[in-house]
Structures are given as structure tokens and as C-alpha cells.
């Protein structure tokens, strides 16, 4: 039925719904790590919700970016809402695309999610920058292009409880 | 055929009773529809903290749930910098050792005679009838880290409500102000360092008295502000503050003067200016208790009474 991108002929196992909330409390957990003004550190919990938004856009969707998102803004001291609203705009955007995105093989789908997390930062940088912050540097973006050198590994990861098999055999174990 | 018969008799008698979707279309509003509500209430919650700040109660809230969780996430960090403090070199300690106790020493003159010098100003200051000196109490507290907000300029300190911090007190460290406490949280605060564009903090420049106001110009700059072009500075200046404000103790040494753009073409001059304290640095603070304000002087209200009358009795 699940399939890991729609032009591959394997069958996955259903997505658990623990494991996809774990996955992004686990996402939520490595964001609180202090890396300080440290530019290019990948925004762990954006990739994560993209990851799920277009793979289980059923299961994930604005409503966990909304949450999550206010989360963060409390854990990193920046305004309430900001990231909030870039994360509903990017749960969106990612689960209206998923349908497109799910036909291109996963180095493709990598440059499809570029432009979106590319546009989460934009969107909390007009409101700063509304709000009268300083502008942080164009190095600010770097984040985003290494979080999508990360993709490939994730689908490894994520994907990884669903490659399983069905029934589950002692003599061919995987 | 026996099939495509059956189907509009079914179709048929839902007609009559409404149509209804199977279970497995049913997948809750439309996704601009909730698009629109979370943006909406998104916006909501912007405006609410940016315009009103209203929302620090629940900031609060939050925070103390997710405290456990980041003191979980800083172990391994202070960990590892622990581990790189316990394999840097010999000779780095040594130098940094040396250097201290030239400081020392060049403060030495300095400090043996502080006791007596501050008797010595109290007893002139009450020869004077001048209000006396409050001394405020201080409470040493650690960095923990700098907050993951590329935006603004922020330290997370180890002190908070529990231990009688409150948003509004003066942080320093051992050569000068560092920032203010904007954010007291149960266990840790915030302080929003002087390098934060919307930081402002009144001075005087040390040479000559001047009163200005220096405010955070981005990436560790800091601007003096509001000064005429003939103003009198000259690049070296120390500004301390001037304590105008009741929150700064005036005297404590704020920033240097960098450069100074005297272009005729603006009303006022461009002034840049470097910290004194080390602001972008981890280590250790103080934060300054609250300050309380001297008491606005009585005496001019009467005078005025008087003229007032004077001056109808003279009509």
C-alpha cells in the first residue's frame, strides 16, 4: 500500500503514529541544543515535519507544526508565533506537494524540500525584521542547504521501523 | 447487468436519506481552512508579545515544563566543555595566569585604597549635606549559554526567580556592563546583552560628563546615538554610565569609542563604539540588585507656591 516514493515497487509497512511523534519530539529535543550564534547548524525540527508532512500528510500536519512551533519559540527566546507560523506555512506546503514530491527519486525530493525550508527561514526573517531586530547575515540560510544534505540519510532513518517485513521470518531475518 | 442494476436503487434510496461520505473520506476541514485558523491565531499570538507582551505568564509556563529538558540537553554540551578546558594546554593556562596577576597587581594600588577613599567620600559627602551613595547587593551567576535566536544577542544565566532575580536588573562582569535581565524565569533568566539592537543604556563620557545614550548597532557593535556633529568626543572616550536612568549605579564603564563620522550632511554625528566588558564571552556575571532611586528633592514645590501668589497679589 505505502510505498517509499511512488515510481518504487516496495511495499512498506504502515507508519506508527508513536513513532512518527517520537521522531519529532526527538527533532524538537536536538533544536534545544545550545549551539549559540554557530551559522549553518540545520533547523532539526523543520526537516523532521517536512519529512512527515509529505510522507504521512494524514498523521502530520499544520496542527503538530503549530504546536511544536511555539515550543521552540519559548526554548529559543524569540518572539511567540514565529516559528509557529513558519511551521504551519511549511506543514502546509509540504503536505499540499507531497503528492508531487512522493514521484521523484529521493536526491529530487531533496531539491523540492530545499525551497520549502528556504522559505520557513525567509518567513521568520520578514518578522524579525518587521518586528525591528538586526538582520543576522545571509550566512543565516546556510542552515537550510545542510539540512537537505541530510535528507537522503533520513529517509534511511525514518523509513526504517516500515521496511520491515510483514511476517517475520528466522531464516531471512531482514 | 444484474450489477448496474442494483447500483442506482442504492444510489436512489441515499438520495432520500442524505448523502454521507464513507468513513475513510472523512479527513476533518479543508487544509486552507486550517491554514487560515493557524495563521490567524499565529498572527494573533505575534501581535499579543510584540505589541502587548502579554504572554510572559505563559512563556513562564512553558518554560519551567521544558526547563528539565534543557538541563538534560546541556549536560553532554558542558560536558565536552569540560573535557576540551581539561586537554587545553599548559602554556594557554600559564599565560592567561600571568596576565591575571598583572592585573592584578596594576588594581592592587587601587583596591587597598578603596576602603579608605569611600570612607573618605562618605564623610565628605555628609559635610556637603549630598544624598548618601546607595551600594546595591550583588549576586554572581554563571553563562549557561547564549540563546539559539540568530536575531537578537542573548544569554541564558543559571540564577532566576527562585534566587531574586527580577527583569530589569544591570548585569556586569569584572571590566564592565554586560546587559540587563529582560526575562526571570523560575530557575535561570534571560539577559539581553548591550550589543542587542533594542538595548539602549543612558552614559556620560568620562572625559567631559556628556550625557548620551549608547544603543546596540549589530554584529558586537555598539552605536552613541543622538549627539550633535560639534559634539564633544574624540575616538578613545570612555563612556561609563550616568545612572539617569535608577537602574544602571552610575560610574560602571560601558564602551570605548571606536571612530567617529562627523558628516555635516546628517543632524547628528555617527559614533561607533566597541564594549568594554567581554559581552560576547562565556564566564562568569554579577547581576546588580535593584537599584532604588534617590528621592525627588521637596524643596522647589514651595518656592513656586510662593511666586505663584506673588504674582497675584501683584495683579
Known amino acids: 500500500m505505502i510505498q517509499p516514493t511512488h515510481s518504487s515497487r516496495r511495499i512498506l509497512l504502515p507508519a506508527r503514529g508513536w513513532f512518527v511523534y517520537l521522531s ?3 527533532a ?6 545550545p549551539f549559540g550564534r554557530l551559522p549553518g547548524i540545520p533547523d532539526w525540527f523543520a526537516l523532521a515535519l517536512v519529512f512527515w508532512c509529505i510522507h504521512q500528510p494524514l498523521k502530520v500536519g499544520m496542527g503538530a507544526g503549530f504546536f511544536f512551533g511555539l515550543v521552540i519559540d519559548v526554548a529559543n527566546g524569540s518572539v511567540m508565533g514565529q516559528h509557529a507560523l513558519a511551521y504551519v506555512l511549511l506543514a502546509f506546503a509540504a503536505g499540499g506537494l507531497s503528492r508531487r514530491i512522493l514521484w521523484f527519486p529521493v536526491a529530487q525530493q531533496a531539491l523540492h524540500v530545499l525551497p520549502l525550508l528556504l522559505g520557513a527561514q525567509l518567513v521568520m ?12 547575515g545571509v550566512l543565516y540560510f546556510l542552515s537550510s542547504f545542510f539540512a537537505v544534505l541530510l535528507w537522503h540519510p533520513l529517509n534511511y532513518v525514518l523509513l526504517l521501523p516500515q521496511y520491515q517485513a510483514v511476517e517475520r521470518d528466522e531464516n531471512r531475518p531482514i | 447487468m444484474f450489477p448496474r442494476r442494483e447500483i442506482p436503487a442504492v444510489m436512489s434510496t441515499a438520495g432520500h436519506t442524505g448523502h454521507t461520505p464513507p468513513p475513510f473520506f472523512k ?7 486550517r491554514l487560515a485558523f493557524f495563521v490567524t491565531l499565529a498572527l494573533l499570538l505575534l501581535v499579543a508579545d510584540l505589541r502587548f507582551r502579554t504572554l510572559e505568564v505563559a512563556r513562564m509556563a512553558v518554560a519551567t515544563v521544558l526547563w528539565p529538558l534543557q538541563k538534560a540537553v546541556l549536560l553532554p554540551v558542558e560536558g565536552a566543555g569540560e573535557a576540551g578546558n581539561y586537554f587545553s594546554n599548559l602554556a594557554s593556562l600559564q599565560l592567561e595566569n600571568v596576565e591575571l596577576r598583572k592585573r592584578q597587581l596594576a588594581q592592587a594600588n587601587l583596591l587597598l585604597r578603596q576602603a579608605h577613599l569611600e570612607d573618605e567620600n562618605r564623610r565628605l559627602r555628609a559635610l556637603l549635606a549630598m544624598q548618601e551613595r546607595l551600594d546595591v547587593p550583588v549576586r554572581a551567576a554563571e553563562i549557561l549559554y547564549a540563546a539559539r535566536d540568530p536575531f537578537s544577542r542573548r544569554i541564558i544565566i543559571d540564577h532566576g526567580l527562585n534566587h531574586g532575580i527580577e527583569s530589569g536588573q544591570a548585569v556586569i562582569d569584572d571590566l564592565g556592563v554586560v546587559g540587563q535581565v529582560t526575562r526571570a524565569f523560575p530557575l535561570t533568566s534571560e539577559v539581553t546583552l548591550l550589543t542587542d539592537k533594542n538595548q539602549l543604556i543612558p552614559v556620560q563620557v568620562a572625559r567631559n560628563g556628556l550625557r548620551a545614550v549608547v544603543a546596540g548597532a549589530g554584529s558586537g557593535a555598539m552605536e552613541l546615538k543622538f549627539l550633535p556633529a560639534n559634539a564633544d568626543v574624540q575616538p578613545g572616550d570612555t563612556l561609563v554610565t550616568s545612572g539617569l536612568d535608577g537602574i544602571y549605579l552610575p560610574g560602571l564603564p560601558v564602551a570605548k569609542v571606536i571612530s567617529i563620522d562627523r558628516n555635516t550632511s546628517f543632524s547628528f554625528a555617527r559614533i561607533d563604539c566597541a564594549p568594554l566588558a567581554g559581552v ?3 564566564g562568569q556575571v554579577l547581576v546588580l540588585g535593584k ?3 534617590p528621592e525627588m528633592p521637596e524643596e522647589p514645590n514651595e518656592p513656586s507656591k510662593n511666586t505663584v501668589k506673588g504674582r497675584r497679589t501683584a495683579k
Open chain 1, 24 to 26: 519529532l519530539c526527538v
Open chain 1, 28 to 33: 524538537l529535543v536536538l533544536n534545544l541544543i
Open chain 1, 125 to 136: 526573517l520578514l518578522i524579525r525584521l518587521a518586528a525591528g531586530a538586526e538582520f543576522p
Open chain 2, 27 to 33: 479527513r476533518g476541514p479543508a487544509p486552507l481552512a
Open chain 2, 280 to 282: 560576547e564571552r562565556h
Open chain 2, 291 to 293: 537599584r532604588i532611586a
